[in-house]
């Protein structure tokens, strides 16, 4: 079984804005030559509720240290990280428990046939996603090639994620296509 990883988007309270980003597209699922970049990226924050910041924010890749380190002790060796600077606007205090994650594998598994979309370009967004498993590649994280803002992690990965209690994850369990 695999899940989708989203960020908690109606309950985010933080406006993350980048100063210094990725020179290429982190949705392609392509290794990223680092020695083309200037390092480490810098993204301003501000959060009117003062609130803690969540561990993911997926519009941007950025994902707290904690939860990449709980990605890779369930097995996942797929993620480039990138230093990665959060700076506080307010204070101007600088927070460097987040890392840019660039997750290599772009993988064609949805059952576009039987799942609800709507087309997006040459991609699609996927209202009810259906994926064929088999194709997955037994890779535990990866981005849907059909959809590539869309995160699929393996139940096992699910579960690491659910039990490290994350602000702002959340995980949607996807369906399979039946059998052929």
């Known amino acids: 079984m695999y899940y989708q990883l989203e960020s908690d ?42 609130s803690p910041l969540f561990d993911y924010y997926s519009g941007d890749n950025l994902m707290s240290k904690r939860l990449v380190d709980t990605l890779e002790k369930a097995g996942v060796d797929n993620l480039q990280k990138f230093e990665t600077e959060l700076v506080d606007e307010r204070t101007g205090g600088i927070n ?9 594998g772009l993988v064609s598994c949805a059952a576009v046939d039987l799942s609800t979309t709507s087309e997006l370009g040459s991609s699609y ?8 498993p088999k ?10 090639a ?12 699910a579960k690491k994620i659910e039990a490290g209690d994350f602000r702002g994850v959340v995980l949607h369990p996807v369906k399979t296509a039946p059998p052929v």
Do not use: Q
Request: hydrophobic residues 40%; glycine residues 4%.
């Open 135 to 144: 194709n997955t590649g037994d890779l535990l994280v990866f981005r849907l």
């Open 9 to 50: 988007e109606p309950a985010m309270t933080a406006y993350v804005t980048a100063e210094n980003e990725c020179s290429e597209s982190l949705v392609r699922g392509r290794f990223i030559d680092p020695a083309g970049e200037n390092l480490p990226f810098r993204y301003t924050y501000r959060d009117p509720s003062g």
């Open 96 to 104: 460097k428990d987040f890392w840019i994650v660039n997750i290599i």
């Open 125 to 132: 967004y996927f209202h009810d996603l259906i994926i064929n």
């Open 146 to 157: 059909e959809s590539m803002i869309d995160v699929l992690v393996d139940e096992k990965v």
